[in-house]
């Protein structure tokens, strides 16, 4: 596998049925355009880990087929095995997928993935798009095991993204564009850093 610089992103559109504190925020325009900006810019450059949520997985499909070469080596997926049942068909575009054991319970089963997952790599940036409580999650196990690396909650997508920007804002010193700026692709440019 060659020596691309890896990206992780935790991205997730809100479900009206979970917690209103994420749906009532939420940009669901912003957080595909940023989903897709994302992948753009960062499948020709690096490479781009991301636990596959059925929502996202198929946007970061549509780039990487629009691409013109072979991405194969530029993205990993992770899965949950206790998913299995319900794994989206866009996975099979995929060649590398890490499908991590199902354990006894939901949770117990998502927290092996989300560990495995950010223990695998030396991150330089994470960004968190959307999302609900599993991004937050993911979102505070980075900072703990990758405490130096750019952390990029793209706040203007809403829902857990907000939450972490004004949450980490201040102690980080993020940057204001991520509260402001809908041009994703000079922000990402700006911000993810890519060696």
């Given at each position: 596998?060659?020596?691309?610089?890896?990206?992780?992103?935790?991205?997730?559109?809100?479900?009206?049925?979970?917690?209103?504190?994420?749906?009532?925020?939420?940009?669901?325009?912003?957080?595909?355009?940023?989903?897709?900006?994302?992948a753009?810019?960062?499948?020709?450059?690096?490479?781009?880990?991301w636990?596959?949520?059925?929502?996202?997985?198929?946007?970061?499909?549509?780039?990487a087929?629009?691409?013109?070469?072979?991405?194969?080596?530029?993205?990993?997926?992770?899965q949950?095995?206790?998913?299995?049942?319900?794994?989206?068909?866009?996975?099979?575009?995929?060649a590398r997928?890490?499908?991590?054991?199902r354990?006894?319970?939901r949770?117990?089963?998502?927290?092996?993935?989300?560990?495995?997952?950010?223990g695998?790599y030396?991150?330089s940036?994470?960004?968190?798009i959307?999302?609900m409580?599993?991004?937050?999650?993911?979102?505070?196990?980075?900072?703990?095991?990758?405490?130096?690396?750019?952390?990029?909650?793209?706040?203007?997508?809403?829902?857990?993204a907000?939450?972490?920007y004004?949450?980490?804002?201040?102690?980080?010193?993020?940057?204001?564009?991520?509260?402001?700026?809908?041009?994703?692709g000079?922000?990402?440019?700006d911000?993810?850093?890519?060696?």
């Amino acid at each position: 596998m060659p020596d691309l610089t890896p990206i992780f992103l935790s991205a997730s559109v809100p479900d009206p049925d979970r917690h209103p504190r994420y749906f009532e925020t939420a940009d669901f325009v912003a957080i595909r355009e940023a989903v897709r900006a994302l992948a753009a810019f960062v499948l020709p450059r690096a490479r781009l880990v991301w636990g596959g949520h059925p929502a996202i997985t198929p946007i970061i499909r549509a780039v990487a087929e629009a691409v013109d070469l072979d991405v194969q080596e530029h993205v990993v997926l992770y899965q949950s095995d206790f998913f299995r049942d319900v794994f989206p068909q866009d996975n099979d575009a995929f060649a590398r997928i890490q499908v991590t054991e199902r354990l006894a319970t939901r949770d117990e089963s998502l927290r092996l993935m989300r560990d495995e997952m950010l223990g695998a790599y030396p991150f330089s940036t994470a960004l968190f798009i959307g999302g609900m409580e599993g991004v937050e999650d993911e979102a505070e196990l980075f900072l703990r095991r990758h405490p130096h690396a750019a952390f990029v909650p793209v706040a203007t997508t809403g829902a857990a993204a907000r939450i972490l920007y004004d949450r980490h804002a201040a102690r980080l010193r993020l940057s204001d564009a991520l509260a402001d700026q809908y041009a994703y692709g000079a922000l990402f440019r700006d911000l993810v850093r890519l060696g």
